[in-house]
Structure formats: C-alpha cells, structure tokens
C-alpha cells in the first residue's frame, strides 16, 4: 500500500493533521520527519499499523508480515555481524535512514557507528551508516533489487549486501560502491561461507545462520 506526495508544503505537523484526511497524503506530501509523528495503531485504531513503515521517494511503503526465515536471517547476521565488528562499529536491525525529505528506509540490517548507537534514535544519517544488509523477501524483491540500492548508493553509504535463498541455504550478494559513478558494483556472490576485509574483517558459516543458536542469539 502507498500514499504519494503532493505539491504543497505545511511545516505544521502533528499526529492528527497527518492523518486528517486519510488515506491521502497531508499537505505538502509525507516527508522524512512525518514518520516519528505517526502513532503506532492506525486512524481506525488497527493494532501496530504504522509499526512497519517506510518512505521511498515521498510514498509509504507497508512492509508485509515477516516469514520466519526472514526472521532468523536478520537476528543471526545481526548477532554475527555485532559479535565480529571492530569497538568502532555495531550491528543494528530494522531501522531506518534518513537520506533526506522523501527517503527514509528501514533496511533489514545495518552497521553503523558505535558512538551514535543511541537508544533513543529512530534512524541514523547516511553518513553513519557503513554496510546495509536487505533480506529478500517474495513482497519486497522489486524494492531490494532495484529501488533501495539506488537510494542507498546515491546517499554514498559505502557497502550494500543482498541476501536470498538457494536450495534451502542463504546466499549473499556483495557490492561496493563506485564512488565515480555513485553506483554498487558487485564484488562477489557467497555460499556457505563468506569471507571479507570491508567493511571490516568479517568470516562466517552462511548455512549456520538458520540454526539455532544464532538465530535465538
């Protein structure tokens, strides 16, 4: 589901003009800022409507439930990745970033700068952002492939990774951002293990992702 941005500009913003005319968009179009107004339930009081929500090009994007593979994929890079970075860096899930008015994403993973690991945070700026990690999902295959790299590249955050599956096991797709192009380009596609130098020293089992252990951390 999506709601696309209008003309105009209202810099009054609060919960109940957001949503005054809903399902459109308010005044000016939904911006950047406009998603830590929103309440967690929805205009009609649906339970955690707005929980899983970001911002592509002025629009709000609905995220579909998780499959629990997704799940584990997330919470099992998440803690390997936390476990394996240097004091400088940490692994966070599920938050966004605030690339500007129109472009706040909420990749599966990122890691980010330790000394902005704030709990009160709701997003982070591309600047602090070294690696994002998206999980392919069935809803999410269009946005992953081709829409949130672009943004992610033209923000200038460094690493992007893909991850899939492949006969039952994750496989991850690794870019690099050309900084002449300001574009990803890939630098390798792993299975079973992965082993890289950027953006830190990282070496784990892929298939060990999905087994208990990580996935519970």
Request: proline content about 9%; aromatic content about 8%.
């Amino acid at each position: 589901m999506t709601s696309t941005m209008s003309e105009t500009t209202d810099t009054r913003r609060d919960a109940d003009s957001l949503l005054a005319n809903w399902p459109y968009p308010p005044p000016g179009g939904w911006t950047a800022d406009d998603l830590d107004l929103l309440p967690p339930d929805g205009p009609n009081g649906e339970p955690d409507f707005f929980k899983r929500v970001e911002l592509l090009d002025g629009a709000l994007i609905f995220m579909s439930p998780q499959r629990r593979i997704h799940e584990r994929l997330i919470r099992g890079l998440t803690n390997y990745l936390d476990a394996q970075a240097p004091e400088h860096l940490a692994a966070v899930s599920q938050m966004d970033i605030k690339i500007n008015k129109v472009q706040r994403p909420s990749p599966d993973i990122l890691v980010i700068d330790t000394e902005v690991a704030d709990d009160d945070r709701t997003s982070y700026d591309p600047a602090e952002v070294h690696l994002v990690v998206e999980v392919v999902s069935p809803e999410s295959k269009f946005r992953d492939r081709k829409i949130k790299p672009l943004r992610y590249a033209s923000a200038g955050i460094k690493h992007f990774w893909r991850i899939g599956t492949e006969n039952g096991g994750p496989i991850v797709y690794v870019y690099e951002l050309d900084p002449a192009s300001q574009t990803y380009v890939p630098s390798g596609i792993h299975h079973g293990e992965l082993s890289l130098e950027v953006p830190f020293s990282i070496k784990l089992d892929l298939n060990d992702l999905l087994t208990r252990s990580s996935a519970t951390g």
